[in-house]
């Protein structure tokens, strides 16, 4: 399987950006999907992730009422919307998978053995 994701570019705070990453090479019903950021000097964080099903939905507090994760089984793909963005938001965004028959979230990055290849975000006052 292949993640390939894009959406990420430099906004202004308060701005809205989408993140898409789309999969290939399985069957996307399969996957437990996750976003992921890293900041510069910070360590790789998880943001969002959704069930394999699409019907368990997790953020970081950090994240909680301005992005939303969701998953389109139908074009294999899982976005992230991101609104009321601000400069702390700046950071690389990964999207990740996993394939598996677990219902839940999968809240690690070990847990995740697919991943894409980042896209930036940047966030100015």
């Known amino acids: 399987v292949q993640l390939q994701a894009c959406g990420g570019g430099f906004v202004q705070s308060g701005s809205s950006l989408r993140l898409s990453c789309q999969v290939s090479g399985s069957t996307f019903t399969n996957y437990a999907m996750g976003w992921f950021r890293k900041a510069s000097g910070k360590a790789r964080e998880i943001v969002a992730a959704?069930?394999?099903?699409?019907?368990?939905?997790h953020y970081a507090d950090s994240v909680k009422g301005r992005f939303t994760i969701s998953k389109d089984n139908t074009k294999n793909t899982v976005h992230l919307q991101m609104n009321s963005l601000k400069p702390e938001d700046t950071a690389v965004y990964y999207c990740?998978?996993?394939?598996?028959?677990?219902?839940?979230?999968?809240?690690?990055?070990?847990?995740?053995?697919?991943w894409g290849q980042g896209t930036l975000v940047t966030v100015s006052s």
């Open positions: 959704v069930s394999h099903a699409g019907g368990i939905k």
């Open positions: 990740a998978a996993v394939r598996t028959t677990f219902s839940g979230i999968y809240y690690a990055s070990e847990g995740y053995d697919t």
